[in-house]
């Protein structure tokens, strides 16, 4: 098949690119589009690695599509990161602005969630000042290749994720798959299509934790990056895939199965039995992700093959994950997606606080399944974040929101083409955002969460829609 047919445009489309690349008006508003893409490799050195075990699986990118209709202009950005941390934001907000002279409210940088992306947990190599140097440089240079484009929308449904809040036969709450449970299976694809057909630039959206290397000892972008990858190698690198996380708070992959860090201790797992009669019952675990973070150890050397069998089956996990989205994503570019070429762009943010709660048990926090003492605590930050280019909409939320939060604003919304990208622009000193329904969820997520009930909800779907509104105007 020829590259050339990815795009399904009609003579109409085509026509109305030349028109655009010779600075001609259309009846469409006369905002012609131009776009460009570039990433910038964020990967720690060999030598940044914690422990001798440890290993780099596939490269870390920041990716960066400007897209700019003469007037106005904007930033898409995406990282391979577990965070877009606010000190990280800060840093990197101003001088992506400069750089590209897109207003800062026009601007969206969104982690793609990758657990694995750091040497030491979600902290040590790569530093936050060289990822925002990484971003930077990928909005720089996306900006330099600004080239007429044209853009469209696209969404599909693929069945990945699975509802994390179990409250199971014991009934014990548990983060493990609750296929009854609330999921957003919804592929978002935005497609930024060069003159010669070929995309410049493409944006992913879809809800889905990527955890299958998480305090591994393996740095790895995991299925985002798989996915990004994949789009780029059939388009000879002349295109750049970000990809950013839906509504994912609540969301693991439904097929998740290998526990890497089981491999770490002394005895590793043996081979798997399958209906045999369950073990013991384990006492609960109080599981501090930082205290696990630094109490890691290089895997023995008698559980070395058996933890690299490991690694092996979870890649191809990893590598099946990011196929299948990188070729939905390339089905509705070549069969669904009516690109455009002019549209206008609009930029906008709210921010607003809710009121706050501290744990009392930081010494020996429980995990799950019971509710902690709290305090009251200092109010949590909150920002919603939009862009829109022409009728489609990306909706960037600055911490890890819960599906029905997003599902909520999909109801409300006037607009059809509309994107929720989380952990975008900073993040908000809340921990997860639980939606309403969830509040008496005793999971990991609820009860570490620092949000009162009863806000959080209400307020980011009124700054959405009211930003949409505004948009409008």
């Excluded at 290749?145 to 469209?152: D, H």
């Amino acid at each position: 098949m020829q590259i050339a047919n990815v795009v399904t445009g009609s003579m109409i489309v085509a026509a109305a690119l030349v028109l655009t690349a010779t600075g001609k008006a259309s009846a469409q508003g006369n905002h012609p589009l131009r776009a460009g893409a570039a990433m910038t490799d964020i990967t720690p050195k060999p030598g940044e690695l914690k422990l001798k075990t440890d290993t780099i699986r596939d490269h870390l990118f920041a990716r960066a599509i400007v897209v700019d209709s003469g007037d106005s202009c904007a930033v898409l950005i995406g990282v391979d990161q577990g965070a877009i941390r606010k000190d990280m934001y800060d840093a990197a907000l101003p001088r992506v602005a400069s750089a590209t002279g897109c207003a800062k409210e026009n601007i969206l940088i969104a982690a793609t969630h990758t657990h694995s992306g750091s040497t030491d947990g979600f902290g040590g190599a790569p530093t936050s000042s060289t990822i925002a140097d990484g971003i930077v440089k990928a909005a720089t240079d996306a900006r330099a290749k600004l080239a007429p484009a044209m853009i469209g929308y696209g969404r599909a449904n693929v069945d990945l994720n699975v509802n994390r809040d179990l409250f199971n036969n014991k009934l014990e709450w548990r983060q493990e798959p609750n296929p009854q449970g609330v999921s957003d299976k919804t592929l978002s694809v935005v497609e930024f299509i060069g003159a010669d057909y070929v995309p410049i630039g493409i944006y992913m959206n879809y809800a889905m934790h990527p955890i299958n290397f998480y305090l591994s000892g393996v740095i790895s972008a995991d299925f985002p990056g798989e996915a990004s990858r994949t789009i780029e190698e059939h388009f000879d690198h002349k295109t750049v895939a970000i990809f950013t996380q839906g509504t994912s708070g609540d969301q693991n992959p439904s097929l998740r199965e290998n526990f890497l860090t089981a491999f770490r201790g002394e005895t590793a797992p043996g081979t798997e039995t399958i209906a045999a009669p369950p073990p013991p019952p384990a006492p609960p675990s109080n599981f501090n992700p930082a205290a696990a973070s630094a109490g890691l150890r290089p895997v023995p050397d008698q559980n070395l093959a058996a933890y690299r069998k490991a690694i092996d089956r979870t890649s191809a996990d990893v590598a099946m994950m990011g196929v299948l989205i990188a070729e939905k994503t390339l089905y509705l570019m070549r069969h669904d997606i009516k690109p455009v070429s002019e549209a206008r762009i609009w930029g906008g943010q709210e921010k607003f606080t809710c009121p706050g709660r501290d744990r009392l048990d930081t010494d020996h926090p429980v995990r799950e399944n019971a509710m902690p003492p709290y305090k009251d605590g200092a109010d949590v930050n909150l920002m919603v974040s939009l862009v829109r280019v022409g009728d489609i909409y990306f909706t960037g939320i600055n911490g890890e929101v819960y599906t029905n939060i997003g599902l909520k604003i999909k109801g409300a919304a006037a607009a059809n083409k509309l994107i929720i990208s989380t952990l975008t622009n900073g993040g908000a000193n809340s921990g997860y955002i639980y939606s309403d329904d969830a509040y008496s969820h005793l999971s990991f997520q609820v009860i570490g969460s620092r949000l009162k009930p009863g806000c959080g909800e209400n307020k980011i779907t009124d700054a959405a829609l009211e930003l949409m509104r505004k948009s409008d105007r």
